[in-house]
């Protein structure tokens, strides 16, 4: 017999719908903002951001074009050892400059300081810009963005030969981070970092991990693949300035406005270059969707969290750590980028998990149209590796979202978000620590 007041008390969040919301968020948001930045939306005054940009890498080019390429050297070098900035913030808080100083370099005497704003939700009294405040702002057009970024141009052709993007990056708090590439007249390709505040971290990004923006808004790319040679920028942003003011506006939506970081915060970057040669990565395991065998998580979170990478885990392998509360309505989410993933719908999931407190996790994986499918897993606590294959015929759709075809096709799979709901229920606050192990595919077998 169950203790009525042991029970679990659903609160009457509308989470699932919330869930949904927010785990399509940042695709669409970064696309958003990447459609922005191509000037394929005009802005109400001035003469469009396109317009703008395009005057902004004129500046720029004109810089990088008296530098001359030495055989073996970097495709592009920014040490920040001199005063000449590449740089340039867009967004209205954005500010970039060069630093000197104790503790605020990694190699050398400078770096790169990028200041900008995580905004809160919108003021509903913002009064409407009158007819002469417009009119000024017409003469005297201003690069813009719809949330602050950090921008470089690079001169087409200059990164054709480029095998790996790499910089040193510090910041004050725990940082999702988007790095995009630009092609000339093609698609825009980002890929996610989840940078530890308070460290020094080097970062490495290969051209086979970004991943081609592909909400319906994203410019389209003739040949679908990062073309070096045709990029034209590279831009960094943090994410939860993508999502903050939504979130901080929902009442209720489970993710704690302190956790949005809201206000100003630094991003320190050093020694960032373009590196050429043969590709850097061996052939990728192609059942992997997540070995976690680099330095930094390619994930982010939502939500009240501190998450790493745990060389020392219950599992026995490396794993994704995360440190958070549960309980009072809360949640935390993880989501991870999947697109490419080589599956077919009778393969399964191999997933690894301990966890200190029993847990309830969601698992959703949404499809490029937009349809999503769920799992739900009981994780048992006191830090026991749990183990479970689960097919992808067990997920279920989720409700009230369409798909064209009614089914999950694991080849169309964009996103993994994994969420612990147990928070939800009315249960007092507690912490926990989850663990999830190498995420890996495991093909059916061969009838
Ligand atoms: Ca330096
Ligand atoms: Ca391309
Ligand atoms: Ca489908």
């Given at each position: 017999m169950t203790n009525k007041r042991n029970r679990p008390r659903l609160i009457t969040v509308p989470l699932h719908k919330t869930l949904e919301r927010i785990a399509t968020r940042g695709d669409k948001t970064i696309t958003k903002l990447l459609t922005n930045l191509s000037g394929q939306t005009k802005k109400r005054s001035g003469r469009g951001l396109a317009g703008k940009l395009s005057g902004l890498i004129g500046v720029l080019l004109l810089g990088s074009l008296t530098e001359t390429a030495f055989a073996q050297a970097p495709l592009l070098k920014d040490d920040f050892e001199t005063e000449k900035l590449e740089w340039a913030g867009l967004g209205t808080s954005a500010k970039v400059e060069r630093v000197t100083g104790a503790g605020k370099t990694k190699g050398g005497a400078g770096a790169l300081q990028f200041r900008y704003r995580v905004e809160g939700k919108k003021s509903a009294t913002t009064k409407p810009e009158t007819t002469e405040a417009a009119e000024i702002k017409k003469d005297k057009p201003q690069p813009t963005a719809p949330f602050d970024i950090l921008f470089r141009a690079v001169s087409v052709g200059q990164l054709a030969n480029m095998n790996a993007l790499k910089f040193s990056v510090k910041t004050e708090i725990d940082t999702p981070l988007v790095v995009t590439m630009t092609e000339k007249d093609g698609g825009r390709y980002l890929t996610m970092l989840w940078i530890p505040k308070g460290e020094w971290q080097e970062v490495t990004v290969t051209p086979d991990e970004c991943w081609l923006a592909?909400?319906?808004d994203d410019p389209k790319d003739p040949d679908g693949k990062l073309d070096p040679d045709k990029i034209e920028n590279i831009a960094l942003a943090d994410l939860s300035c993508v999502f903050a003011p939504e979130l901080s506006a929902q009442e209720n939506g489970g993710i704690p406005v302190s956790s949005l970081h809201l206000g100003e915060h630094t991003i320190l970057i050093d020694d960032f270059m373009v590196s050429g040669g043969s590709p850097l990565t061996p052939k990728r395991d192609e059942l992997a969707i997540d070995p976690f065998n680099q330095d930094l998580l390619r994930w982010f979170a939502l939500g009240d969290v501190q998450m790493r990478l745990d060389k020392a885990s219950p599992l026995k392998t490396p794993a994704f750590r995360a440190d958070y509360k549960q309980g009072d309505g809360g949640y935390v989410l993880f989501v991870k980028n999947t697109r490419g993933m080589k599956a077919t719908s009778a393969d399964s999931l191999v997933l690894d998990l301990a966890s200190t407190k029993s847990c309830r996790l969601i698992f959703m994986l949404e499809e490029k149209n937009g349809s999503k499918y769920s799992f739900t897993l009981a994780v048992p606590g006191d830090s026991e590796p749990y183990h479970r294959v689960v097919e992808f015929s067990e997920f279920a759709a989720a409700e009230g979202v369409k798909d064209d075809n009614d089914r999950l096709d694991p080849l169309q799979v964009k996103t993994l978000t994994i969420t612990d709901?147990?928070?939800?229920?009315?249960?007092a606050k507690q912490k926990n620590t989850l663990w999830i192990g190498p995420i890996r595919l495991q093909p059916a077998p061969k009838k």
């Amino acid at each position: 017999m169950t203790n009525k007041r042991n029970r679990p008390r659903l609160i009457t969040v509308p989470l699932h719908k919330t869930l949904e919301r927010i785990a399509t968020r940042g695709d669409k948001t970064i696309t958003k903002l990447l459609t922005n930045l191509s000037g394929q939306t005009k802005k109400r005054s001035g003469r469009g951001l396109a317009g703008k940009l395009s005057g902004l890498i004129g500046v720029l080019l004109l810089g990088s074009l008296t530098e001359t390429a030495f055989a073996q050297a970097p495709l592009l070098k920014d040490d920040f050892e001199t005063e000449k900035l590449e740089w340039a913030g867009l967004g209205t808080s954005a500010k970039v400059e060069r630093v000197t100083g104790a503790g605020k370099t990694k190699g050398g005497a400078g770096a790169l300081q990028f200041r900008y704003r995580v905004e809160g939700k919108k003021s509903a009294t913002t009064k409407p810009e009158t007819t002469e405040a417009a009119e000024i702002k017409k003469d005297k057009p201003q690069p813009t963005a719809p949330f602050d970024i950090l921008f470089r141009a690079v001169s087409v052709g200059q990164l054709a030969n480029m095998n790996a993007l790499k910089f040193s990056v510090k910041t004050e708090i725990d940082t999702p981070l988007v790095v995009t590439m630009t092609e000339k007249d093609g698609g825009r390709y980002l890929t996610m970092l989840w940078i530890p505040k308070g460290e020094w971290q080097e970062v490495t990004v290969t051209p086979d991990e970004c991943w081609l923006a592909d909400n319906k808004d994203d410019p389209k790319d003739p040949d679908g693949k990062l073309d070096p040679d045709k990029i034209e920028n590279i831009a960094l942003a943090d994410l939860s300035c993508v999502f903050a003011p939504e979130l901080s506006a929902q009442e209720n939506g489970g993710i704690p406005v302190s956790s949005l970081h809201l206000g100003e915060h630094t991003i320190l970057i050093d020694d960032f270059m373009v590196s050429g040669g043969s590709p850097l990565t061996p052939k990728r395991d192609e059942l992997a969707i997540d070995p976690f065998n680099q330095d930094l998580l390619r994930w982010f979170a939502l939500g009240d969290v501190q998450m790493r990478l745990d060389k020392a885990s219950p599992l026995k392998t490396p794993a994704f750590r995360a440190d958070y509360k549960q309980g009072d309505g809360g949640y935390v989410l993880f989501v991870k980028n999947t697109r490419g993933m080589k599956a077919t719908s009778a393969d399964s999931l191999v997933l690894d998990l301990a966890s200190t407190k029993s847990c309830r996790l969601i698992f959703m994986l949404e499809e490029k149209n937009g349809s999503k499918y769920s799992f739900t897993l009981a994780v048992p606590g006191d830090s026991e590796p749990y183990h479970r294959v689960v097919e992808f015929s067990e997920f279920a759709a989720a409700e009230g979202v369409k798909d064209d075809n009614d089914r999950l096709d694991p080849l169309q799979v964009k996103t993994l978000t994994i969420t612990d709901v147990l928070g939800a229920y009315g249960i007092a606050k507690q912490k926990n620590t989850l663990w999830i192990g190498p995420i890996r595919l495991q093909p059916a077998p061969k009838k």
